[in-house]
């Protein structure tokens, strides 16, 4: 009788999806910033080809708009559009001091980051997991008091191309998933996007790049192995943008708002331009129509939208932190304010919809298929499948499983982390139900079998385990 009571705990924990005796999976979410999609292109990769041969690839996948670093990387952490997530730019600033920090300074502003969504590592730590953080943006910040466990953020003019440096790293991410049992770790490399922008995507520097990111891969792979991390954990690479070509000396008409007839600075109580082809404008009462109707055509390759005329796909509105008029480029373009500042040859920060600005995506590991590849998705829908893998709840996100889960092997091989709150109330109600009524059936051909055999007295060992039927109903 004990087996059938067992068996049907099984039943009801199978329902449910915890698993049963099973090893928790891992994840190690990875980003090589500015990694465009098709960087393996031009460029003899070995280890990218073999992790597609033994894993996922996508063909490319689609970044939130605005496409810089700290804003995307928050996405993949969080899985929600940039307007929802709060951190809308790199710089930290405050429109009424005219204040702004640079890159690394905002990564210590705990306002900029805690602003309502809490990225993973901290759902996973309320739902008893242990997670890490190794320079990805955003491990500087705490979360309503709370930080990732283990997490170490990079000294300031930290040298991002080392490679010895990137070595040290991946075991020491590695000793942390084995040694210290972590089972969420997000790792950050600041390369090929140094190389792509003083460079330019086209050039031999960064092929060279993209040649030392694919050796890393190999390390990481095999410090996996020499950890005995293969059998449990996932790797998943991606990066926050693509590149593009800029257009320089005098090839094309720069875009130089001072230039442009009807335009002041006078006007404006705060602006962020200088900062590649994207810029926010903040005018002084009364001179928004003026600002705006001057820049509005006043350049072929520039963009100029009032906040609320964002083209919905932007994602890029419904944020109180987003400045009033948004600008920005076409590729090969930067906006600049009074003088051409920007001598970069490659950026990022253009629409989303540019393939220049699409990111890779690889994903390795017990939960994913072998020698798959998927077609293009966005970003956002990382986050609930990392969610799904580790077994935990999603936070309101914007995105969704069934954008990735045909990358895995079964959607059993993991505990219920459902895209609703709904499919996880019903699918838990129905196990109970299910399980009351073999409960019911089993007690009663237990007392029927009982009577038959007129035994005297039931032994207690016969009895349904009541603390355990307890546990499984939540
Ligand atoms: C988000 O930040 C803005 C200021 O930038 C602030 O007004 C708002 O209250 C913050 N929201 C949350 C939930 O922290
Ligand atoms: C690279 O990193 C290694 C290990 O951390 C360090 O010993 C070395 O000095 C670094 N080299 C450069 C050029 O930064
Ligand atoms: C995901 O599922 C929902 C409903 O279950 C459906 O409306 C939506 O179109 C699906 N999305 C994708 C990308 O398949
Ligand atoms: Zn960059």
Known sequence: MLWIASLCLLLAASVLGAPVNKERQKVLLISFDGFRWDYDRDVDTPNLDRMAKEGVKALYVTPPYLTITSPTHFTLLTGRYIENHGVIHNMWFDTTTTEKRPYYQTQFVNEWWDNGTLPIWITAQRQGLKAGSLHFPGTASSYQGEVAMVREVEPPFYNYKNETAWKENTDKVMHWFRDEDLDFISMYFGEPDGTGHRYGPDSPERRRMVEQVDRTLGYIRQSAERHGLVDSLNIIVTADHGMSTVYRNGLVEEITLRKIPGFSFSDLSFHLVDFGPSGMLLPKPGKLEKVYNALKGAHPHLYVFKKEEMPERLHFTKNDRILPIILWADPGYVINGYFPVQFNKGEHGFDNEDMDMKPFFRAVGPAFHK????????????????????????????????????????????????????????????????FLVVVFIVMTSHIILKNKRKIKRSGSSEHLPEEKTKQTTF
């Open 371 to 434: 020698n798959l590849e998927v077609g293009p998705f966005e970003t956002v829908n990382i986050y609930p499948l990392m969610c799904h893998i580790l077994g935990i709840r999603p936070e309101v996100n914007d995105g969704h499983l069934n954008a990735t889960k045909h990358m895995l092997v079964t959607s059993a091989t993991t505990q219920a982390a459902d895209e609703s709150t709904f499919d996880m109330t019903f699918t838990g109600l129905a196990a109970v139900a299910g």
